[in-house]
C-alpha cells in the first residue's frame, strides 16, 4: 500500500506518485500535466544542481525553478506548476517516502505575495462597513459577513453544514449537535478540506470543492454570531440531510446555496455600492474572491503574524499548521478576536 512506502521502494518517485493518482481517479490529462511538469523539474535540478534524487532538492533548488519559469509563462501558469511540484513533494512526504516538503515555504510566499496584489481595489474597513450595512436580507447579510470574517473560499461557504458551527443558541427555539471537532471550542465555524465537486459528503453531492490543505477551525466574533443568529431565525428547512447551513429562500427553497447564488449576491450590492461593472475585471470589481484578499490584508497588518492569518486561511504548510492547532485555544483564537475587524455599525 502507498501508506506504507519507503524510500527503498520507491526507484522512480514521479512515476510512483502518478501511479497512485491514477488510482485516486485523476484523469488522464491531469496526469499527463503533472508528469510534463515534474520532469521538467527533475532536469532541471539534474542539470543545475547536480542534483539526481528528488528527494535531495531543497528550497533553494525549488525556488530556483520557479524563478526559471518566470518570464517564460504567465504568473497564474507559474503559479499552476508550483502547486503541481508542491502537491508531489507533500504526498510523498505524507506517505513516509520522503522525509519533508521543500515546496511548502515557497507556496506559502508566493500566496502572500499573490494575495497582496497593488492593482486590486483598496477598500478600507469604514467602507466596507457602509457595504456591509446596506445588506439588508439576513441571509445574504450572513454570507457576506461569513466570508469577510473567516477569508474562507466561496465553495467552501457553499459546503457548510449545520453541524460545522458551535454557538450558544438561547436566543432561538433550537439547538443542533456540531462535530466533535469543535468540542471545547464554542463560538466557532470547522471548515473542512474534505469536500469535492462531485462526491457525496454527508450523505449529499457536493456541487463545488474545498481547496483547503488542512481542516481549520476558524473563531466566531461577535459581529459573525449575531449575524448567523439572524440567518438562522429565519433559515427554511433544509432539502438536504446534510443540514446545510446556508440555503436558498427564493427559487430553490431549502436547497443548499452554490457558489454562483453567492457571487450574484456580492455583485448585485457590489453595482449597487459603485463596486462592480461589467468588464471591470479583477482590479476594479468586488467579488467574493475579494473578500479573502480583503481578509488576508487587513488580518495580517493588523496581527502583525502571517502563521495566523494562513492558519485561517487554510492555506499553510503542514509544519506550521500543527503549531496553530496545537495552540489554538490560546493564541488563535485570541490573536484573531483581540485584531479582527468591525465591519458592523
Known amino acids: 500500500m502507498a501508506t506504507e512506502a519507503t524510500v527503498a521502494d520507491v526507484d ?33 535540478v539534474d542539470g543545475e544542481f547536480s542534483i539526481a534524487e528528488l528527494e535531495a532538492a531543497s528550497r533553494r533548488e525549488c525556488m530556483a525553478w520557479v524563478h526559471s519559469l518566470r518570464g517564460r509563462y504567465e504568473s497564474s501558469t507559474v503559479a499552476t506548476y508550483a ?19 521543500p515546496m511548502a515555504l515557497v507556496m506559502e510566499e508566493m500566496s502572500e505575495s499573490i494575495d497582496s496584489n497593488p ?19 439576513p441571509l445574504e447579510r450572513a454570507m457576506v459577513v461569513t466570508l469577510l470574517k473567516t477569508g474562507m473560499r466561496v465553495g467552501e461557504l457553499c459546503n457548510l453544514d449545520l453541524r460545522d458551527l458551535f454557538l450558544e443558541v438561547d436566543e432561538l427555539e433550537f439547538g443542533w449537535d456540531a462535530r466533535v471537532e469543535l468540542d471545547h471550542r464554542q463560538s466557532s465555524l470547522f471548515v473542512s478540506a474534505a469536500p469535492s465537486r462531485g462526491e457525496a459528503l454527508n450523505d449529499e453531492k457536493r456541487t463545488a470543492s474545498n481547496k483547503r490543505k488542512r481542516d481549520t477551525v476558524v473563531p466566531v466574533d461577535g459581529e459573525l ?3 448567523l443568529l439572524e440567518w438562522l431565525a429565519i433559515r427554511p428547512d433544509p432539502v438536504s440531510p446534510a443540514d446545510p447551513l446556508f440555503v436558498d429562500t427564493r427559487n430553490s427553497w431549502g436547497q443548499r446555496v452554490k457558489p454562483s447564488d453567492v457571487r450574484y449576491v456580492v455583485e448585485k450590492h457590489g453595482r449597487e ?22 481578509f488576508t490584508t487587513h488580518l495580517r497588518d493588523r496581527t502583525g503574524d502571517r502563521g495566523i492569518v494562513q492558519y485561517l486561511r487554510g492555506d499553510v504548510a503542514s509544519d506550521v499548521i500543527d503549531t496553530y492547532t496545537h495552540d489554538w485555544g490560546d493564541r488563535v483564537r485570541a490573536t484573531y478576536l483581540d485584531h479582527i475587524y468591525s465591519i458592523v455599525e
Open 12 to 44: 522512480d518517485p514521479i512515476a510512483y506518485f502518478l501511479d497512485d493518482q491514477r488510482y485516486h481517479g485523476k484523469s488522464e490529462r491531469t496526469l499527463e500535466a503533472y508528469e510534463r511538469v515534474l520532469r521538467e523539474f527533475e532536469t532541471f
Open 119 to 137: 492593482t486590486r481595489r483598496d477598500i478600507s474597513v469604514a467602507e466596507m462597513r457602509s457595504f456591509v450595512e446596506s445588506i439588508a436580507h
Open 83 to 101: 502547486s503541481y511540484l508542491n502537491r508531489f513533494y507533500d504526498y510523498m512526504n505524507r506517505i513516509g517516502a520522503f522525509d519533508d516538503n
Open 273 to 294: 455600492h459603485g463596486w462592480y461593472r461589467t468588464g471591470g475585471g479583477t482590479t476594479e470589481n468586488v467579488t467574493p474572491h475579494y473578500f479573502r484578499h480583503f
Open 225 to 227: 454570531r449575531t449575524a
